[in-house]
Antibody
C-alpha cells in the first residue's frame, strides 16, 4: 500500500525559504503513470495547487507561484521536495503532497499534510 | 487564468439527494474530479473523469459534466457524508473550486 509522508520545518521566518519533502513508501516514485504534486490549504480556506513533477524531472507550476517555487525529485531515495522562496504570512498553510494519477487525471493519494507557519 | 465556482454551502436531509455544482467556462470540455474533505483530514478522491468512482467509494456518489457545469450527486445522503467537497479541473494548470460545505441536517 503506497503512502505519502510530508516532512519539514513547521515554522519559517518571513523572507526565508520553505523546504518540504514527501517520502513515498510502498511503491516506486518512478512509476510511469504518476506525477507527484504539492497542494496547500490555508486554515479555513480551499485547496491551491502549487505544482507537480514527473520522474523524469519534468515540472509544471502554478502561474501565481512559479517565480518562487521549485519542485525536485530524488528517485534513488523515493522522495520529492518543494522549495518556496521569499515566504510571507500568506504562505502559512497545511501543505499536502499528492499522487497525480495520469489515468485518472486526478489526485488519488494524499499525504496527511504538514502545517507550515510563517512568522518571525 | 481559468476559474471554477462552487456554492459555499449546501444542506440536505438524511436519506435525501445532495447536489453540488461546479461551474466554469466550457467546463464540459474538461475532465472534472471531486474530493471529499472531512474536518482535520486530507482530501479523498470520490469522483474522477467526471463520473468514475475509485475503488472503495460508495455508489451513492455519482458525477456528471456538461456545458459549463459539473455536478456531484450524493444519493441517500448519510451523516458521514457531511464534509467539504472540492471540484478540480485541468486547464494548462490544475484548478480547484472554492469548496462546498455539505451539511446533513
Amino acid at each position: 500500500q503506497v503512502q505519502l509522508q510530508e516532512s519539514g520545518p513547521g515554522l519559517v521566518k518571513p523572507s526565508q525559504t520553505l523546504s518540504l519533502t514527501c517520502a513515498v513508501s510502498g511503491g516506486s516514485i518512478s512509476t510511469s503513470t504518476y506525477y507527484w504534486a504539492w497542494i496547500r490549504q490555508p486554515a479555513g480556506k480551499g485547496l491551491e495547487w502549487i505544482g507537480r513533477i514527473y520522474a523524469s524531472g519534468s515540472t509544471n507550476y502554478s502561474p501565481s507561484l512559479k517565480s518562487r517555487v521549485t519542485i525536485s525529485i530524488d528517485t534513488s531515495n523515493n522522495q520529492f521536495s518543494l522549495k518556496m522562496t521569499s515566504v510571507t504570512r500568506a504562505d502559512t498553510a497545511v501543505y499536502y503532497c499528492a499522487r497525480d494519477e495520469l489515468d485518472y487525471d486526478a489526485f488519488d493519494l494524499w499525504g496527511q499534510g504538514t502545517m507550515v507557519v510563517v512568522s518571525s | 487564468s481559468y476559474d471554477v465556482t462552487q456554492p459555499p454551502s449546501v444542506s440536505v436531509s438524511p436519506g435525501q439527494t445532495a447536489t453540488i455544482t461546479c461551474s466554469g467556462d466550457k467546463l464540459g470540455d474538461k475532465y472534472v474530479s471531486w474530493y471529499q474533505q472531512r474536518p482535520g483530514q486530507s482530501p479523498l478522491l470520490v469522483i474522477y473523469k467526471d463520473s468514475k468512482r475509485p475503488s472503495g467509494i460508495p455508489d451513492r456518489f455519482s458525477g456528471s459534466n456538461s456545458g459549463n457545469t459539473a455536478t456531484l450527486t450524493i444519493s441517500g445522503t448519510q451523516a458521514m457524508d457531511e464534509a467539504d467537497y472540492y471540484c478540480q479541473a485541468w486547464d494548462r494548470t490544475t484548478v480547484f473550486g472554492g469548496g462546498t460545505k455539505l451539511t446533513v441536517l
